[in-house]
């Protein structure tokens, strides 16, 4: 079991809008703006797509966007492509000085 | 372009000893920290260890401390992850990846990342 929740699944149709979340605790999500946000593509190496909760990397696309609430982030990703079904991975500093990670949400496209 | 290629798929025996290698190009390999993380079979993403190539100053997370040996030799622009005797839970794929913000020891985000090695233990 992870230590950050993600749902297993999400879908969205072409061109809709969709939005993960990630929830921790009080102690990791809630307390750090340091919420990042990696793409992986079956049999791909993870991608960094938004990093600071909100920042994205140069390249990635303004699609793609990043918040936070309490003890949950939140990623969505607006203009839904084909490519970007994915499984969708986030991470959290936490307060005991590590890195948790979600178990990813696996992104359908419809 | 800034890359970092892996060595090869690896199969084990238990007890068997490995050492794996990252090799990074197009940036300043030296300057740079780099992180080894863990992919279990629909597993998250482990944080392993980082290393700074230019003194090789090493830390590693709580739950792979005493576990592996991460080293590096800058003059080759190669880090590497080492295990000194194998076990089947080892099986996983691994991944090296350039650090791009860090606080505080702990790797908050990473780009690129390597193809991946992974590496099988069974007997």
């Known amino acids: 079991q992870s230590a950050l929740t993600q749902p297993p699944s999400a879908s969205g149709s072409l061109g809709q809008s969709v939005t993960m979340s990630c929830t921790g605790t009080s102690s990791d999500v809630g307390a750090y703006s340091y919420v990042s946000w990696y793409q992986q593509h079956p049999g791909k190496a993870p991608k960094l797509i938004l990093y600071g909760v909100r920042t994205r990397p140069s390249g990635v696309p303004d699609r793609f966007s990043g918040s936070k609430s309490g003890n949950t982030a939140s990623l969505t990703v607006s203009g839904l492509q084909a490519d970007d079904e994915a499984v969708y991975f986030c991470t959290s500093y936490a307060a005991n000085n590590n890195l948790l990670s979600g178990g990813g949400t696996y992104l359908t496209v419809l | 372009e800034v890359q970092l290629v892996q060595s090869g798929a690896e199969m084990k025996k238990p007890g068997e000893s490995l050492k794996i290698s990252c090799q990074g190009s197009?940036?300043?390999?030296?300057?740079?920290?780099l992180v080894w993380v863990r992919q279990m079979p629909g597993r998250g993403l482990e944080w392993m260890g980082i290393i700074y190539p230019d003194d090789s100053y090493t830390r590693y997370s709580p739950a792979f401390q005493g576990q592996v040996t991460i080293s590096a030799d800058r003059s080759i622009n190669t880090a590497y992850l080492e295990w000194s005797s194998l076990r089947a839970s080892d099986t996983a794929m691994y991944y090296c990846a350039r650090v791009t913000r860090i606080a505080t020891g702990v790797p908050l985000s990473s780009d690129p990342w390597g193809q991946g090695t992974l590496v099988t233990v069974s007997s």
């Open positions: 197009g940036y300043r390999f030296s300057d740079n920290w």
